[in-house]
């Protein structure tokens, strides 16, 4: 509990490298999630060579911390094992769809989340690259993925050379619904969103991206309706090449 | 560490409720979970009520653990509260695509994979319910989730009232890649699904299923082609629905 209290994504690292046997055992960690019907349909590439965290790098938009991370952990939606199994014991598999693929992704996913808490209890740093949905194509060349794989997520991994405050977080009654989904009234989100936008660091984003709203510097600047429809195509495009449309 | 190396689902749950403190408590952890650009694009659900338990255990496949848990979480990604928020701060949100919806159930299941290690390090027990995705359209229905909102798991909830032993998992290099993806020769599938085949309990379950392979077991038992596609269908309905296509 006190791992996941104090969880901070960190995007400096020393240039300490991560022992084998502590990897392992962050690794082993994440076999431990809950997998739908324990078909266990993810796979995990964890990356430490110069060469290909380069390449990463250059997937993943230049951020800085992929290159300077020990060890780059890319999570995978993965029907290819579990296929070639099924096919080699006289089973056909009906798994080129997309909720398969989305089946596949929530395996991964709770695995990820498993291998961040893992390392974070043993002193590690992590952060996570949301690059991973909108460059799947790339990191799929990069990573050799088969038909029936597609990155879902990333973690970049090693020992903390800053120690950032916590993130904010809008008050638990913004993001929990007792019963049913009781929707949001104008003045709900005035409310929820006041600490928000009350905080230095908001009048600061402001005045740098000579903004009006925070909100303003979401859909302007960081994430896009353009990004987000190219993106979109991009995404159901692997989908459908990695066989799962 | 520890409460992640000794997760086991658990579906038989004593008549004890949980305190509110306790359950508060859980779903902060959950809040701490990364989040794409801490846009907090997830709500959580919390229904104990027995009329809507009920309602949730027939969509749920009627899976008794429903009805019996006192408590059901229902983690949805949700955009609708973000773009309530841009559209009351002159922003134009651009988040009515698939990258969007995948982005916010990232940022569920994060979250819910936290609130599954942090209900169990205070001595609960958890199941996660995989028929979330293939019944969205009953659950959004059942708990009023307005456009763009999408259920994308689940966790039942209680104290324990059994103790399984440890679920068995595939060698740690079944799942793991090194540098890049290695696909997996005839013999390597041989090798890495072995033990789980010579399992008594893989016997068992050929014995009662009359099947020659466990794989079989999944394609035409468990995990049919039809159920997938027919799903497949479903969610991708849901997801044009809600505003994500």
Redesign the interface.
């Known amino acids: 509990?006190q791992t996941?209290?104090e969880?901070r994504?960190i995007r400096k690292f020393k240039e300490q490298a991560i022992d084998q046997k502590i990897l392992?055992?962050i690794?082993?960690?994440g076999?431990?999630?809950?997998t739908?019907?324990?078909?266990?349909v993810?796979?995990?590439?964890?990356?430490?060579?110069e060469a290909?965290k380069e390449a990463l790098w250059r997937a993943h938009f230049k951020q800085d911390m992929v290159k300077k991370a020990p060890v780059v952990i890319t999570f995978?939606a993965?029907f290819?094992?579990?296929n070639?199994?099924?096919k080699?014991?006289?089973?056909?598999?009906?798994?080129d769809?997309?909720?398969?693929f989305?089946?596949a992704?929530?395996d991964a996913?709770?695995v990820?989340?498993?291998v961040?808490?893992?390392a974070e209890?043993?002193n590690l740093g992590i952060?996570?690259l949301?690059t991973t949905?909108?460059m799947a194509e790339s990191i799929i060349t990069?990573?050799?993925?088969?038909k029936g794989?597609v990155p879902?997520?990333t973690l970049v991994l090693g020992y903390p050379d800053e120690k950032p405050g916590?993130?904010?977080?809008?008050p638990?009654n913004?993001?929990?619904?007792?019963?049913?989904?009781?929707?949001?009234l104008?003045e709900d989100?005035?409310s929820?969103?006041a600490e928000k936008e009350s905080m230095e660091l908001t009048k600061q984003l402001l005045k740098e991206n000579d903004k009006?709203?925070?909100?303003?510097i979401?859909?302007?600047n960081?994430?896009?309706?353009?990004d987000?429809?190219a993106?979109?195509q991009a995404?159901?495009g692997v989908l459908k090449k990695q066989g799962f449309m």
Chains 1, 2 share one sequence.
């Not at 080699?88 to 798994?95: E, F, L, T």
């Open positions: 509990m996941i209290l969880h994504s392992e055992q690794l082993q960690a076999t431990r999630a809950s739908t019907g324990n078909m266990q993810y796979s995990i590439v964890v990356t430490q060579g290909l995978c993965d290819n094992r579990f070639l199994w099924c080699q014991r006289k089973a056909d598999p009906g798994y769809n997309f909720l398969s989305f089946t992704a929530i996913l709770l990820a989340q498993n961040a808490l893992a209890s043993l952060c996570y949301g949905t909108y990069i990573l050799d993925l088969p794989v879902v997520t916590l993130t904010d977080r809008l638990l913004a993001v929990v619904h007792y019963e049913k989904y009781r929707d949001y104008p989100i005035d929820l969103y009006e709203t925070l909100a303003q979401f859909t302007d960081r994430y896009t309706k353009k987000n429809v993106f979109s995404l159901l």
